[in-house]
Structures are given as structure tokens and as C-alpha cells.
């Protein structure tokens, strides 16, 4: 029988947090690859190296500093992920979905996700930030769904709804911040692949036909997992290169990383705005 993560390592991940730390966030934000200087904007943190947490995996990829940041953002107390892990490093996809089952846990109710994403939209460029709508969970399709195995029943029930995996009130909070801020918001359809090749043009072709708009390796397992614990969700993909469909340009990690730099300040505006009109 395979093994799954159980309630005894979550716990006790979460118990290891709370005797780093005093504050009790009320927001988790996960941030994705080049996207971890929105972290520098917390105040009064508190830092937790992810390789002190028991039970925490941790990332091999670069762009992700792996730590958990504690502290003050527009006034409210936010648990920040500076990076996550991915399916393709080694991991299960339960090992994957870990933290936001820590983060769970640790009382928290609404989760921000974010991660750099290669364009499928021809329109889109790189740069542009992408809120969420609906998402694709193509690797769950083929058998690799997060809440594979025993269900959590301290978290949700074994069949949980996934007609609205993104918080409605939440986007319509992120428009008005994108207007007031003249921010050019892109929506659209997000879709997780395994990785860790980048998709070829026929995949791509293949992809828009479906239906979505961007594309990346992670965030749709997360979501899954938040959903099924009822958490409120809000997502954003950062537009790190623009759709290959004819084979005409070549996708690298270090332009993900590059296109991060132009992604934050954008991020960072629609973050903080929302979270400070945020009951």
C-alpha cells in the first residue's frame, strides 16, 4: 500500500512554526519562480529556512529561496512562501500540496498564489500579470490528482465541488485595484503541466485549443488542496514569454526569471491593494 502524508507530520510542521513565531497570519501568499521580492515588502518578519521544518520539502530550483516569511502587509499579518516544489523535482504530488495543508491548518483562510507562466494567448505579452479565472488540472486528468489516497477528513469531504476554484469576490477586489492602479489585468484560463520541459508548439496549439491561456508547472495541485479545505483563493500568473506556437522562438528558465523583474512591481501593487481592502 503506498503512504501517504498524514494529519501526525502536518501537525507536527505546524507546531514547529508556531514555536518560531507569535504572530498569527491571516493570509497565505505562495510565491512563484522570480517572483520572491514581493517577500521584501513584509515588515516585523519573522524568517523560517524551509530545510528547519519538519517534513517541509524543498525546492532544488533556482528563483526559489525556500522560506517561510511571517510578518505585516497593509497592516495585516500574511505568511509568506518564498517558493514551493514542483511534481518534477521528485516529489509526490501530497509532498507538493504539503504547506498549503500546513497553512491550513495554522488557521489561515485565504490563500494568494502566484507563478510565472509561459503565454498561450497570443495576445498576451511578456510582462503582463494574468488573474486567474479557471484552471485546467491536466495532470490530475491523467491519474496524479492531490487528494489521491485517504481523505483528510479534518479538511474536507472525499468529493469536493471545483465549480468555482477562485474566489469571485476577490476578483472583482483585484479589478478595482488594477483599474485605480492603470494596471492592464489580463484573465484567462491557467493550465499545469508536469514539467519540467517547456512545451513544444504542438503542445501549445494543442493547449489554446482547449482552452486555456497560460501555462506552467504548479499552482492547480495547491489550488485543489486550498478548495478541498475550503479555503478562499485568488491567483496570479506572471507572462514570462510569449506564446511559441509556430516553433519560431526558444523558452528558458533565466528569461522566467528575467521576465520576473517586470512582474513585481505589478504583483506587488495588486497584492497589497487587495489585501488592505480586505476585511
Known amino acids: 500500500m503506498e503512504k501517504f502524508i498524514g494529519i501526525a507530520e502536518i501537525d507536527q510542521s505546524v507546531k514547529f512554526i508556531r514555536s518560531k ?19 521584501d515588502s513584509v515588515t516585523s518578519a519573522d524568517i523560517i529556512p524551509y530545510e528547519e521544518i519538519p517534513n517541509w520539502p524543498r ?12 510578518g505585516t502587509l497593509e497592516g495585516k499579518c500574511v505568511l509568506v512562501m518564498q517558493g514551493r516544489t514542483h511534481f518534477y523535482e521528485g516529489y509526490s504530488m501530497d509532498q507538493v500540496t504539503f504547506p ?16 510565472a507562466a509561459g503565454a498561450i494567448n497570443p495576445d498576451f505579452q511578456p510582462g503582463d500579470v494574468m488573474m486567474i479565472t479557471d484552471q485546467i488540472n491536466l495532470i490530475g486528468m491523467a491519474g496524479l490528482n492531490p487528494l489521491r489516497g485517504p481523505n483528510l477528513a479534518e479538511f474536507g ?4 465541488d471545483m465549480s468555482r476554484p477562485y474566489d469571485y469576490s476577490l476578483a472583482e477586489t483585484t479589478r478595482k485595484v488594477a483599474g485605480d492602479a492603470e494596471i492592464n489585468l489580463r484573465e484567462g484560463v491557467y493550465i499545469c503541466l508536469s514539467g519540467p520541459s517547456f512545451e513544444s508548439p504542438a503542445d501549445l496549439r494543442f493547449l489554446r485549443m482547449i482552452g486555456a491561456d497560460a501555462v506552467g508547472m504548479s499552482t492547480v ?10 479555503m478562499n483563493v485568488l491567483g496570479f500568473s506572471g507572462i514570462s514569454n510569449k506564446a511559441n506556437l509556430d516553433g519560431s522562438t ?29 476585511g
Do not use: D, W, Y
Open 250 to 278: 526558444i523558452t528558458t528558465h533565466e528569461e522566467v526569471l528575467q521576465a520576473g523583474e517586470l512582474i513585481v512591481p505589478k504583483l506587488k501593487t495588486l497584492i497589497c491593494g487587495v489585501i488592505h481592502l480586505m
Open 59 to 70: 525546492s532544488s530550483v533556482l528563483g526559489h529561496k525556500g522560506r517561510l516569511v511571517i
Open 157 to 160: 469531504e472525499r468529493f469536493p
Open 21 to 39: 513565531t507569535k504572530k498569527q497570519p491571516l493570509i497565505g501568499i505562495i510565491l512563484g519562480s522570480g517572483l520572491g521580492g514581493m517577500a
Open 100 to 115: 498549503v495543508r500546513v497553512i491550513q491548518r495554522l488557521g489561515i483562510q485565504t490563500l494568494i498564489v502566484t507563478n
Open 221 to 230: 495541485p495547491e489550488v485543489i488542496i486550498a478548495r478541498h479545505g475550503n
